[in-house]
């Protein structure tokens, strides 16, 4: 290979001078944790999303936990998640005391079996958490089709949980902001949302989150004798989605009934403490850089789009299953560049990752399933319960795919990629893994 010896690195933050002048004058502006950039970034993703409210906090995980603290989720409830997912998605259960239940993948598809899923359903399963995989919205036309089917099952524990009035389906966002399904943003189609803004994410705040939810009864007003959250007082004229806001603040703040900025008011030092809960706030800081990666945002899920097609077409003499991005009817956001090495084992594929590493290029591997992490061994699971799961995982590799690459690199990417894996390979036939049906190939550029 002529090419000169590249360091292309897996994720990087894509920050530019504009994120670093904003950090400067939220430091210098004398207010630096939760506070009008906060706020400010709260209200743009709202409306980018189209929710009535969203809250920030300091990751995912911590939107994911908030969702169930908020639907008073906990011991004796089930939550399904799907195998083939980060291990947050599943911890949050653990950490609220509900038993997980995993859910295998379909037959090439980085989706969760439905099928599966509506067998995993019991007269105590509270939650689904679809997972948005590699920033591609996830089924949830049929995810809303089987909860309404098994409506009948649904044993509500308290007044939120009985005005939604089936299971409640909280997404795993982490990869999907930007990405939208039918006229719809990810954010705005589950009931529950939880984005991810940590530094590897396509638009990042270093650490952060954020968790957004749409309910049809969010304007109602709660009544002040709802069965919901006792040590909640709550207060006269407030909606569903006021409460649900102001509790993801209590959570999120040590259930301190003022936060920083209102106890700065002169005179104004007293508050009380309504929970032992949690501290888990997104910072001005990091608010600022939120608010500046928002403004070149779209410009950055082009980018995405344009290497995609670039290296889907590069690829598509190579034996692999790419994964679709971009359809009719809907756009995923772009996150990550997954590709299938079809008829390879780990090991192989392995040295595949080995090959690229020599050539200073960075892959990554999504995902190790759960079931295969001692954590999750230890709560009982064996990946032989997960078939579909374990075969996505044995051939996958996720290539670099950043908004700091240049042209140059995409194209050393490319090449380097197809010279070791054409070395690698005799058969010629790749295809395009689709949305719904993920892995489905696509004949047009099966070779
Ligand atoms: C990154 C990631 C998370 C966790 O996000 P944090 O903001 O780090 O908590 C959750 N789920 C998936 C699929 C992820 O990739």
Known sequence: ???????????????????????????????????????????????????EKSVCLNSATAAMEMVLHILGVGPGDEVIVPAYTYTASASVTQHVGAKLVLVDSQEDSVEMDYDLLAEAITERTKVIMPVDLGGIVADYDKVYAIVEQKKHLFKPS??????????????????????????????????????????????????????????????????????????????????????????????????????????????????????????????????????????????????????????????????????????ADWAGSGHLYMVRLLGKTREETNHVIEQMAEKGIATNVHYKPLPMMTAYKSLGFDIKDFPNAHNLFVNEVTLPLNTCMSDEDVDYVIENFCEIVSNSNTLANSAIIGQGDHFQKVSAIIK
């Open 158 to 327: 308290n007044d939120l949980q009985k005005k939604i009035g089936r299971i409640i389906i909280s997404a795993d966002c982490a990869h999907s902001f930007g990405a939208s399904r039918h006229g719809k943003m990810a954010g705005s189609i589950a009931d529950f949302s939880s984005f991810s803004f940590h530094a590897v994410k396509n638009f990042t705040t270093a650490e952060g989150g954020a968790m957004t939810w749409i309910l049809p009864f969010g304007g109602e007003i709660v009544p002040l004798d709802a069965d919901y959250l006792p040590t909640v007082p709550k207060k006269e004229g407030e909606t569903w989605d006021e409460m649900l806001y102001r509790l993801s603040q209590l959570f999120s703040l040590h259930g301190q009934n003022k936060d920083a900025l209102a106890k700065t008011k002169l005179g104004a030092w007293e508050y009380d403490v309504i929970g032992p809960w949690y501290k888990c706030n997104m910072t001005d800081i990091m608010a600022a850089l939120g608010l500046v990666q928002f403004e070149r945002y779209p410009e950055m899920l082009d980018r995405r789009k344009a290497m995609i097609e670039k290296m889907d077409n590069a690829f598509s003499g190579l034996n692999v299953a790419l994964l679709k991005h971009y359809g």
């Open 1 to 51: 290979m002529s090419l000169k010896l590249r360091n292309i690195p897996f994720s990087p933050p894509d920050m530019s001078g504009l994120e670093a002048n904003e950090v400067r004058d939220a430091i210098l502006s004398g207010w630096i944790t939760t506070g009008p950039r906060t706020k400010e970034l709260e209200k743009i993703i709202s409306e980018y999303v189209g929710t």
